[in-house]
């Protein structure tokens, strides 16, 4: 195994057990008991992490189209949702919706109000992180569009395209972390 190998493995792995360690932080002592949810998040993490750096390589990636994004938000937020009704009970589960000591057609507004707000959770994670892996793609694409023009034009767009692609794959790390770690928290 070379040195660069052993030091990306090494930093995979502090990033994990930093990205761990915050995320039971967030959600506290009693979700700390839920290590199914803890793997399933690292899953997540690890395939949304793997597709776009791979997309990187292809030139697409799953993680650009919205469909499949929303497909992985919604399974995990209704699968959340579910774990949220079966442990509490369908009527407190229902209740929780409603905002004690309101009156009149607020008590009845509000309760929709913070089911859509619910609802639309898979659908802004999706957005969040397929807008922002595409303007990565879009980058990359405008920078070697331009590099074609001239010599020196091309050794500059060259290393900006170089400065873009690490960019790149930090924004495609960190937005598999935020995307992971929000499906947690919309769960807890």
């Known amino acids: 195994m070379s040195v660069v190998n052993l030091i990306g493995v090494l930093g995979l792995g502090i990033?994990?057990?930093v990205l761990v360690r915050e995320v039971l932080g967030l959600l506290g002592e009693k979700s700390q008991e839920s290590l199914f949810s803890?793997?399933?998040?690292?899953?997540?993490?690890?395939w949304w992490m793997a597709d776009n750096l791979v997309g990187l390589i292809l030139g697409i990636s799953v993680s650009v189209g919205y469909g499949m994004v929303l497909v992985v938000?919604?399974?995990?937020?209704?699968?959340g949702e579910m774990e949220k009704m079966k442990a509490m009970g369908s009527e407190l589960y229902c209740g929780h919706y409603m905002v004690p000591g309101l009156r009149g057609m607020?008590?009845?507004?509000?309760?929709?109000m913070e089911l859509i707000s619910v609802v639309i959770r898979p659908l802004t994670l999706s957005v969040?992180?397929?807008?922002n892996i595409t303007s990565g793609h879009v980058l990359l694409a405008m920078t070697s569009l331009f590099a074609g023009v001239s010599f020196f034009v091309?050794?500059?767009?060259?290393?900006?395209?170089w400065v873009l692609g690490v960019l790149e794959i930090f924004v495609g790390v960190l937005q598999s972390g935020i995307f992971t770690m929000l499906v947690i928290i919309y769960m807890d």
């Open 15 to 17: 990033y994990l057990r």
């Open 38 to 46: 803890l793997m399933m998040g690292l899953a997540v993490l690890g």
């Open 73 to 79: 938000g919604m399974m995990m937020w209704s699968w």
């Open 106 to 112: 607020l008590a009845l507004f509000l309760p929709f």
């Open 128 to 131: 969040r992180l397929s807008t």
């Open 154 to 161: 091309g050794v500059s767009f060259w290393a900006v395209g």
